[in-house]
């Protein structure tokens, strides 16, 4: 009896189902197709981690004890350099490793000590992981257009994403200003995700980090922000990310974390500051995509869709004016497999989204089907 009542306090029974099994007779149909199946879901990298970085990795993987939660000297001198050269923040930045940036999204509102009777605000349209950190918590997890919407509920922590995932969507710095005092003004931490923003294809309109002064004014009070390696890099395999932003809120995390054993893993560590380091990996790796971008959206829209936002990121947020499984069909019937926007959130039902993480092979292939 016991154990019946434990299992069904689980937390895995509050959890949704895992969206991506309602693929799998689509997968099956783009399979079958006599040129096989190409696969634009899921936003994997698929080019080689660069040769700098498995160096480093490979000669740090004989050290035996643990690593530390935040790592040696180098590896905060090396995210620090990284913010100061891409953000603009001040070089002191307050900085913490994690176990890649999903662990992070779905721990932090408990981490931050949000709990039953408050609120966890997200997009409306977003990564699904926004919404399992609010349920975890034992939290209202709260989908809005803007965090703002959310004043009425009894919200502890916002979470912003821009470049945002699937939409590609990229904020102004007047409207992260506008954030920012709102957020202060309400007691609300605001975190940013901001795992895609050097990859910005709007040139009259880059994509701007929470970090940044012009959106702060030097203060980062309540501020977290959070990066990945893992598209930048393509270390999406090796889990590495960090957070920046409140010294006193990221001193907080660092003892919780410590506690919790969310440590790195020393060779990551070291593979971590190699690739900070480097930008030229960086910049080639951007131009791959670039070019894969250039490719897969002249077709879609040759091909009558409506491709919205993606001004910056890894996605074509793209639609038919029909419902998205109509559109994943419509796909998948010329053996290409794309996720369905519904995934993302109600209001992203008419929409697909198309990665550029497939090879130039894959991509070109894509595009000559949709011709």
Known sequence: MALRRLHSASPARRLPRFPWDRMAPYQERAAAHPGGLVDLTVGAPVDEVPESIRQALIDASARPGYPTVAGPAALGDAMRSWLHRHTGVAEDVAVLPTVGSKELVANLPLQLGVGPGEA????EIAYPTYEIGAILAKADAVPVADPRDAAGSRLRLAWINYPTNPTGEVASVEHLRDLV?????????????????TLGWDEEQPPVSILDPRVNDGDLTGLLAAHSLSKRSNLAGYRSAFLAGDPALIADLLEIRRHSGF?????VQQATIAALHDESHAIEQRARYEDRRGVLRGAVEAAGFRIDHSSAGLYLWATRDEDCWDTVQWLAERGILAAAGEFYGAKGNRHVRLS????????????????
Do not use: F, H, N, Q
């Open 120 to 123: 966890v605000a997200y997009p």
């Open 181 to 197: 005092r709102w957020a202060r003004g309400s007691g609300v931490v605001l975190a940013s995700d901001e795992c895609y923003l």
């Open 263 to 267: 440590m790195v893993p020393w060779a």
């Open 356 to 371: 550029l993480t497939a090879t130039d092979e894959a991509i070109a292939d894509a595009a000559r089907r949709l011709k």
